[in-house]
């Protein structure tokens, strides 16, 4: 008589088979639970407990015995290897938790010594609590972050679109923008629609001051034979530099000045967008109904518009803006309507949505990093030569292009749910395993 016969596994219900079947056939899975699905359903398969070691990969029958036995006591909680032997683990659940409770809390500069957690400070604290760890080590305090989701992260500035907070005379106020939404959607649509329309899409934006000194940045250099940067440095004057970005081309403008005054900025962007003008393509005669739709369906839904002349041009170019208050100059806001352009202005704390933001954080970098200039002059010529390199061979930016498809693709595959397309709102965390998602939702019967 075979063990299989006198220890013979219990009837399958339904639910559990179709759960061990998914779990078997599980690529993400962990080999584990897999191989102990795949013996629990050679076994129901009526096979020994031989063959169905050798089914699942595993060469001992009597693992397959003991597995069994566990199935018809604990059902599908049998998958979850328990501990294999060797040192019991210390830090158990309450101990994991008294460290994370830890680490969420915020650091006290006076009694903590530190305004942010690192694994040093986050230990001593554990030792010193009066309920806290006193053996407990780095290396297990990483581990148990990890484990829940936490990482080492450089800070980031993060703002609310549409909201800032302003000083004024009577204090701190906080101004709103009431037709945020609709600027960031006509925007959105510009770098969409516009070049398809026939009407060219360009950005603009200031970038500086930057001072006359080293700039750190990383290099390939010999092994232990770091750049050397000098120590000390003379101020000697700032420079900015004036961006005009096509991003459906990647061509860019650019113009170091030392001062930023309207009156440089106006001038210089005149004469860039008169030389582009001559450079488009002639447009499609339309009647002037049709003209004035165009030109109003780029203030479509803003509460605050600007009054349009009766007489307009026929729209040739878009012009992404920032909301500085000397870009909404009369004259020069007349003369862009008077060449057919048509200025969309960012929303408060939106210059995110100005893609010459994008080009400009990479000529920066690769024009002064690892520099020191002595002289404005030197800033303005790292920034304009870089920009002519840029220029041999430019890179188009798309907004909500191939990347952002790619991403919301990865987002609806992580979220998806089992498999059919739908995505949810509030998905299931990443990483989750399907023994996990059972555990959640079904309960066997003991």
């Not at 001062?259 to 210089?268: A, K, S, V």
């Not at 939106?350 to 933001?357: D, K, P, R």
């Not at 010529?381 to 907004?399: I, K, M, S, Y």
């Amino acid at each position: 008589m075979t063990r299989r016969k006198k220890y013979p596994l219990r009837a399958l219900t339904s639910a559990e088979r179709e759960w061990l079947e998914r779990i078997s056939r599980a690529q993400s899975e962990p080999a584990s639970h897999v191989a102990r699905a795949k013996a629990i359903l050679a076994v129901a398969d009526s096979r020994n407990y031989t063959e169905a070691a050798t089914a699942a990969g595993r060469k001992s029958g009597d693992a397959v015995s003991k597995l069994v036995s566990e199935f018809n006591q604990h059902g599908l909680a049998a998958i979850q290897p328990r501990h294999g032997g060797g040192a019991v683990a210390q830090y158990g659940p309450a101990k994991r938790e008294r460290i994370l409770t830890e680490a969420r809390r915020k650091p006290e500069p006076a009694q903590d010594g530190t305004a942010t957690w690192s694994l040093q400070t986050l230990r001593r604290a554990l030792h010193r609590a009066p309920d806290g760890l006193p053996g407990v080590s780095e290396d297990t305090i990483r581990t148990v972050l990890r484990a829940a989701g936490f990482s080492w992260q450089r800070a980031q500035t993060w703002c609310e679109t549409g909201q800032v907070v302003r000083k004024r005379k009577r204090g701190q106020v906080t101004t709103y923008d009431p037709d945020t939404e609709s600027k960031k959607k006509l925007i959105e649509q510009a770098y969409r629609l516009g070049e398809s329309l026939g009407v060219s899409v360009w950005n603009q934006d200031e970038a500086g001051p930057y001072q006359t000194k080293p700039f750190p940045g990383q290099s390939w250099q010999p092994q232990g034979q770091p750049l050397h940067q000098a120590y000390e440095y003379i101020r000697n004057g700032t420079a900015k530099l004036l961006t005009l970005f096509h991003p459906a081309t990647g061509q860019v403008r650019v113009k170091g000045v030392t001062r930023c005054t309207n009156i440089i900025l106006h001038g210089w962007l005149k004469e860039q967008l008169s030389e582009i003008l001559m450079t488009l393509p002639a447009t499609v005669p339309v009647d002037a109904e049709t003209n004035q739709a165009l030109w109003h369906h780029w203030q479509q839904g803003l509460s605050i518009k600007i009054t349009l002349p009766k007489e307009l041009p026929p729209l040739r170019m878009l012009l992404v803006w920032d909301n500085l208050k000397g870009h909404y100059t009369p004259d020069m806001v007349l003369w862009l309507f008077a060449h057919g352009i048509m200025p969309l202005y960012t929303p408060l704390a939106g210059s995110w949505l100005n893609m010459a933001e994008s080009i400009q954080r990479i000529l920066v970098r690769r024009a002064l990093e690892g520099q020191s200039p002595q002289t404005s002059q030197q800033i303005i010529d790292l920034l304009e030569t870089t920009a002519c390199g840029w220029n041999r061979e430019p890179t188009p930016f798309v907004g909500g292009g191939k990347r952002a498809a790619r991403r919301t693709r990865s987002r609806q595959r992580r979220h998806a749910l089992e498999a059919s397309g739908a995505c949810a709102s509030r998905p299931i965390r990443r990483h989750q395993t399907l023994f996990e998602k059972w555990h959640l939702s079904y309960q066997p019967t003991r």
